[in-house]
């Protein structure tokens, strides 16, 4: 018994099923682009670290909720913790 072989192309040929037997491929489209799915989550970074900020100068250091955003508090903060000891 001989083994017949194949080359490259017609081995591919074989293992390819034919035109009919082929199920239609479908087509994703995204609802939400790529792109626009990186600027909402950069976003909500953005949104979820100014809210955590807020939350724990104002709640938990009792301090006004307003003052996060200035450019002095964040300097007196950078002082405490550089602070050598």
């Given at each position: 018994m001989e083994t017949k072989q194949l080359t490259r192309e017609e081995f591919k040929q074989e293992q390819q099923p034919s035109q009919q037997d082929e199920k239609p491929k479908k087509i994703r489209i995204r609802l939400i682009p790529i792109w626009l799915r990186i600027v909402i989550v950069i976003l909500a970074i953005?949104?979820?670290?100014?809210?955590?900020c807020v939350v724990g100068y104002s709640v938990?250091?009792?301090?006004k909720p307003s003052e996060v955003f200035q450019k002095e508090t964040w300097s007196h903060i950078f002082d405490l913790v550089k602070k050598d000891i």
């Open positions: 953005v949104f979820a670290v100014t809210i955590g938990i250091g009792e301090g």
